[in-house]
């Protein structure tokens, strides 16, 4: 993928193994384990995602936007 292109995703998880969306230090998070997989997939280490809300630990998503 080359810089400066965009990508949306939908995505749904089960949260029960996750601290919430959002990075946290020392806590497995949604986004984190998103970008990791992408960074791998797209071998770019600069990939950051922002997803349309926010989940508290434990919830479940159904149809979460990402860009």
Do not use: N
Request: aromatic share 6%; hydrophobic share 35%.
């Amino acid at each position: 993928m080359r810089r400066g292109h965009r990508l949306r995703l939908d995505i749904a998880y089960i949260g029960r193994e996750f601290s919430g969306w959002q990075i946290q230090p020392a806590c497995r998070t949604v986004q984190g384990e998103l970008e990791s997989r992408l960074r791998r997939i797209f071998a770019d280490e600069t990939i950051k995602t922002a997803g349309t809300s926010r989940t508290d630990a434990g919830v479940h998503a159904l149809d979460q936007h990402v860009t």
